[in-house]
């Protein structure tokens, strides 16, 4: 969707260093989720955000919401082979729908 | 609890054709999507509904129709099936808009020839 961007569109990382990735909307967003989706698979929810400057960690996995609630970043911390997929942004904008951005495709090599 | 369940998982249409894709969901979620996802465009929301009898436009509706009928039901039409429609279908669901996430069916993949 053009109202949520979301970059690097592809990275390659090796196992062990650090990476973000970044949410990006000109609306206000009124809940923001992190999805993984494994190659070929259904998405697996990771996080939600809704409140200005909030963030949460689950493992190696860190989001944030901004403090104008209009870009997010999931940082991953010494990655692994298992972080690889697809990661998905998604949001409420303050209707009904909840629309995605373009998607990060993660590759971890050893 | 089986959460969103989507029939078929595959399918082969030719140009012209039609099917209905079922997504059905357990939880007792008023809230449904339906996406369909292609290489690089990450996820696209076609239709969504948040209630029994209600559906509503998503960003990409053309081609298709939806129905929900039951509250725990809700099927995506394809009267007449197009090569650009060839991708993977994902049905959502969840329980009120705003603070709850998705839950995700497994995907259908439609091919059209």
């Known amino acids: 969707s053009q109202e949520l961007e979301q970059s690097p569109q592809s990275l390659i990382v090796q196992e062990g260093k650090n990476l973000t990735i970044n949410c990006t909307s000109s609306k206000t967003l009124y809940g923001l989720y992190w999805y993984k989706q494994k190659y070929g698979e259904g998405l697996i929810f990771l996080m939600m955000l809704q409140k200005g400057g909030e963030e949460k960690s689950h493992e190696k996995i860190t989001a944030k919401l901004d403090e104008k609630k209009q870009q997010s970043s999931l940082h991953i911390t010494a990655s692994q082979p298992s972080h690889a997929g697809i990661y998905l942004c998604g949001a409420d904008m303050g209707t009904d729908k909840l629309i995605f951005g373009t998607g990060t495709r993660l590759q971890v090599f050893p | ?113």
């Open chain 2, 1 to 113: 609890n089986a959460g969103v369940t989507q029939t078929p998982k595959f399918r082969v249409l030719k140009t012209g054709q039609s099917m209905t894709l079922l997504c059905a969901q357990d939880m007792n979620h008023e809230y449904m999507y339906w996406y369909r996802q292609d290489p690089g465009m990450g996820l696209r929301l076609i239709h969504y509904s948040v209630g029994e009898g209600t559906t509503a436009k998503g960003e990409v509706p053309d081609g298709y129709n939806v129905s929900r009928l039951k509250k725990q039901n809700f099927l995506l039409g394809l009267e007449s099936a197009a090569p650009s429609q060839t991708s993977v279908y994902f049905c959502a669901s969840r329980t009120v808009q705003g603070g709850s996430p998705l839950h995700f069916g497994n995907g259908t993949r439609l091919t059209v020839t």
